[in-house]
């Protein structure tokens, strides 16, 4: 069974610039989850898909945004990038619980110069 | 407010050593909490989850609510353990992270 995949693996950006990131989830899942792994900071939670809806979103400003597509893939959009939005991205899927498993992708690397 | 703290930013054993990696949390509610392992060059997976109270690869972890943590156990280190850990709570509508543990197994 595939696992969740991402696209791409490295970006660079520079500041001001708009980027588009890629989550597959695992086949059967409905949930999306796009967390941000900032150097020293840890995983902090970004946003929550399912079923096409954002159910919920971090302390984040609004230029981080995303969707959901029907075929439960999902996309997280970062627009004016500035320096500090250089990152680890990772984006998890689950059955469609909060409660459920979340299964991780390898992530994004995102670089903002 | 959901938080989520993991003392030891890195901790180091020796192998065949009990292991013993930190976690406390804030919440309100009632917490689901889980541990999460990143193995070198891998990514991020459930290591184990308290609501099953399964031990995984020989690790266990006792929800204590009275003093908040949900430290995660091994009687014997071995060099494999040695990976990125983090504690993990889940609240309301969201995971949070702890900011993780560094295990290193020293042989």
């Known amino acids: 069974e595939a696992g969740v995949t991402q696209s791409p693996t490295h970006l660079i950006k520079t500041r001001g610039q708009q980027v588009t990131l890629r989550c597959s989830p695992i086949s059967g899942h409905t949930s999306v989850y796009w967390y941000q792994q900032a150097l020293g900071l840890g995983l902090q939670f970004l946003l929550w898909?399912?079923?096409?809806?954002?159910?919920n979103r971090g302390n984040f400003p609004p230029r981080f945004s995303g969707r959901q597509f029907p075929n439960y893939s999902s996309e997280l959009n970062v627009n004016a990038l500035e320096l500090e939005d250089s990152a680890l991205y990772l984006c998890?899927?689950?059955?469609?619980?909060?409660?459920?498993?979340?299964?991780f992708g390898p992530g994004t690397r995102l670089t903002v110069l | 407010a959901q938080r989520v703290t993991q003392p030891e930013k890195l901790l180091s054993v020796f192998k065949g050593a009990p292991v013993e990696l930190k976690c406390n949390y804030s919440y309100s509610g009632s917490p689901e909490l889980f541990w999460y392992v990143q193995y070198s060059r891998q990514r991020l997976q459930l290591l184990l989850r308290h609501i099953s109270r399964e031990s995984i690869k020989g690790f266990t972890a006792d929800l204590n609510k009275g003093e908040t943590s949900f430290h995660l156990k091994k009687p014997f280190a071995q060099e494999e353990d040695s990976a990125m850990y983090y504690c993990a709570l889940q609240g309301a509508q969201k995971l949070v992270f702890g900011q993780g543990t560094r295990l290193t197994i020293n042989p």
């Open positions: 898909y399912d079923e096409g809806e954002e159910r």
């Open positions: 998890a899927s689950s059955l469609g619980l909060i409660t459920d498993t979340q299964y």
